[in-house]
């Protein structure tokens, strides 16, 4: 199972937009650390299982392997920190991080209506998940 932390297992362009986006954070006065980059669809169905079949658990996705964008290295996932610490629960700092994210052109799951993911960032540069499970490449650079 992979899950990987690295900003270089990220698309090329999504590299330089998660570097941008911390730089941008920390300029707004927030420090962040980046706790998901690349997953394969073992790891991301391990996720989606939390919840659903560990009842102890709280469900953390509603997708599947190869049903999210981190699966196609075109998503992060980052949690604001305060004195070195994670602020899991510190939805200003999320919402301050997430118009960091927004003004790059990152889509921020903050803003979702039915599922409000605030350390998620994504860019698939237009594509629909069906075009990227068929193999085409987003290319975040137009």
Known sequence: MINSRKIEDLHPKMQELCRQFIADCLAAGVEVAITSTYRDNEYQNFLYAKGRSDKNSKKVT???????????????????????KPQWNDLDLFKRCGACAML???????EWTSFKDYPHCQFTNGLTLSQLRSGKISSPTD
């Open 104 to 110: 790059l052109g990152l889509e921020w799951g903050g």
């Open 62 to 84: 509603n997708a599947k392997g190869g049903d999210s964008i981190h699966n196609y290295r075109l998503a992060f996932d980052f949690v604001p920190l305060l004195a070195g």
